[in-house]
């Protein structure tokens, strides 16, 4: 895929990219968007459960997400997961993609999954074994109510698990109890079972800092990017 221009800003594609970037020719966003996005790639535990964190939430993946959420612009689909992609093919590439449950409301709103349209460039089996009980205003609650939302995640019985290893994925991680509800309907399950999300919240990469839950970076997931990003 050569883009000529960035997806985000429609500014051309080479502005400020890296030599290395330029060379690859790979490129979705420009040099100028990509810098101001801070990868993470962060291996650490939700209580049993690997987490592997590709970038921290912050204004710019705050703007892009709420872009393509609430603006409706598809288009914008690709730029979240471009430059893990490969990685994460090759990483989970026996794993079965986990969704947690999109709100039905939201649903019918925009017309479209927003995480399913950002894992489009990657060829793996998705699985949805949730739904959600009611419908909950995740933004307008404080950090410390969101952390009940919990409560409203099900499991949908009906829909069998695969026998693979099963990777729970989300967009954006604020405290994680969301993945931990999920993992919780599903730690039955004997194959491994392993999260990967998007982005996450400051307050709760710290909180992984403060339980010395920030493990070794066993997830390189692109030298590249971090030689560019930083
Ligand atoms: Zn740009």
Same mark, same amino acid.
Not at 160 to 172: C, F, G, I, R
Not at 196 to 215: I, M, T
């Given at each position: &895929?050569?883009?000529?221009?960035?997806?985000?800003?429609?500014?051309?594609?080479?502005?400020?990219?890296?030599?290395? %970037?330029?060379?690859?020719? %790979?490129?979705?966003?420009?040099? =100028?968007?990509?810098?101001?996005? !801070? @990868? /993470?790639?962060?291996? #650490?535990?939700? *209580?049993?459960?690997?987490?592997?964190?590709? +970038?921290? +939430?912050?204004?710019?993946?705050?703007?892009?997400?709420?872009? &393509?959420? *609430?603006?409706?612009?598809?288009?914008?689909?690709?730029?979240?997961?471009?430059?893990?992609?490969?990685?994460?093919?090759?990483?989970?590439?026996?794993? #079965?993609?986990?969704?947690?449950?999109?709100?039905?409301?939201?649903?019918?709103?925009?017309?479209?999954?927003?995480?399913?349209?950002?894992?489009?460039?990657? $060829? &793996?089996?998705?699985?949805? $074994?949730?739904?959600?009980?009611? %419908?909950?205003?995740?933004?307008?609650?404080?950090?410390?109510?969101?952390?009940?939302?919990?409560?409203?995640?099900?499991?949908? +019985? =009906?829909?069998?698990?695969?026998?693979?290893?099963?990777?729970?994925?989300?967009?954006?991680?604020?405290?994680?109890?969301?993945?931990?509800?999920?993992?919780? /309907?599903?730690?039955?399950?004997?194959?491994?079972?392993?999260?990967?999300?998007?982005?996450? !919240?400051?307050?709760? @990469?710290?909180?992984?800092?403060?339980?010395?839950?920030? !493990?070794?970076?066993?997830?390189?997931? /692109?030298?590249? @990017?971090?030689?560019?990003?930083?």
């Amino acid at each position: &895929m050569k883009q000529e221009r960035c997806l985000y800003c429609f500014e051309n594609i080479q502005n400020n990219l890296s030599f290395h %970037d330029w060379l690859r020719q %790979d490129d979705v966003l420009c040099g =100028k968007c990509k810098s101001k996005l !801070h @990868v /993470l790639q962060l291996d #650490t535990q939700l *209580e049993k459960m690997p987490l592997h964190i590709l +970038y921290e +939430y912050n204004e710019t993946m705050e703007s892009m997400i709420f872009q &393509m959420k *609430e603006g409706r612009d598809i288009a914008l689909a690709p730029v979240f997961f471009h430059s893990f992609r490969k990685k994460i093919i090759d990483r989970y590439r026996h794993s #079965t993609i986990v969704l947690l449950p999109s709100s039905k409301e939201k649903y019918a709103e925009r017309g479209f999954q927003p995480v399913k349209e950002m894992l489009k460039g990657i $060829p &793996m089996n998705i699985v949805e $074994p949730f739904y959600k009980s009611e %419908d909950h205003k995740q933004s307008l609650q404080s950090f410390e109510e969101r952390v009940h939302i919990d409560r409203i995640i099900q499991r949908d +019985y =009906k829909i069998s698990l695969p026998k693979t290893p099963l990777l729970l994925l989300d967009d954006v991680c604020t405290s994680g109890s969301s993945l931990k509800r999920a993992y919780d /309907l599903i730690k039955e399950h004997t194959y491994k079972i392993e999260a990967l999300v998007l982005c996450a !919240h400051p307050l709760f @990469v710290e909180s992984c800092d403060k339980k010395g839950l920030r !493990h070794r970076k066993s997830f390189s997931i /692109l030298e590249t @990017v971090v030689r560019n990003g930083r």
